[in-house]
């Protein structure tokens, strides 16, 4: 049930009354959580001071995941295995005409999730998929139990380790399926079943499965041969493969993120290319070629026709996903090559309100774009390598 808050209700009583609104006091907060390359260590930036609000001690280096409440970040710690779970410190509660924030300190919880190897973290409306490929398991829980401080996890085991992903979507669970053949390969589709376990249907193929992704109500897994699209239908998922089409170079999508306030996928294709792909399109697929390789991309979930690619030679371009074009490029850093292995430090994009969040390892910098002008905007130093790299925010009224 929603609740007025006590503001909400003198700010309705007043309208009503055609008196003075009264001065409500609005907060923006920000927050750059940036992992390093070498050290099991979060930094918490706060990018419009460029103060360092914390330095949290995680067991090795990780892979940042957000969830799209904004109120837990997940590091993922693939070598150390273990996910661990930390309070962003900053949370929104929703009052329908408007939105309240709370700023807190952000904090590990003690939550951590042991296991072995663990890669993709899928979270699509609180509920969380944790998949550990030493295991070829799926661990399922919500960040409403994490929050509070529980461990416990549903379980679901494959035929076989692989590096797999699994979603909780439409109240049933989506799970990859290894490689009969050589488990060591990727995946070659996606099994639903239901939360209790029972498979539902036959597998949906998708060829060397790698990525996966959620925009507005759909949700994409990336295969060798196209993308499967995921939609909800009378309450369980509907999986559809939107095949590559003939005009696209040889080439496969292997990460992809999906848009905010447009649905949309952006995936890579090629070391210097990326591709647009909106489903509900008749020419669902749109590549953008790239000057030089691409090292890293991300979406604008507030500037939504926007997206962000930062390519080896240093330089950061802004994508207009209506256009389907590079609509402008930054240079920023120094070159990062894509030669060498894939894991070596290369910078990372985030976007924090109206800033563009990019990483500097070798430098030991985050560099800050401003995401309407798109010229540089400021560096914020950060101990050590700044690797990986999320942001939580926004703007709400301060409760009283
Ligand atoms: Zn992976």
Redo the contacts with the bound molecule.
Sequence with gaps: MQTLCHRALASLLLTAAAGPVLAEEERTAWRLFVSDHQDGIVSVLDPQSGETLARLPIGGPASLYRTESGKTVHAVQGAAGRVTAIASGIAFDDHGEHRDIEVGEARLLDVTFEGDSP??FVEHHGDIALFFDGEGAARITTEAAILDGSVATEDHATDAPH?GAAAVFASHLLVSAPDPADPDELPIGIGVLTLAGEPVGDLHECPEL?GEASSGNLMAFACATGLLVVRSQDGAPQVEHLAYPDGLPDGAVTTVIGGRGLQYFLGNYGPDAVVLVDPSAEEAFRLIELPTRRVHFAVDPIRAKYAYVFTEDGTLHRLDVLAGEVAGSLPLTEPYSMDGEWSDPRPRVAVAGDQIAVTDPLRGLVHLVDAESFETAGEVAVEGMPFNVVAIGGTGFVPE
Excluded: Q, V
């Design positions: 890669s993709h590096h790698h």
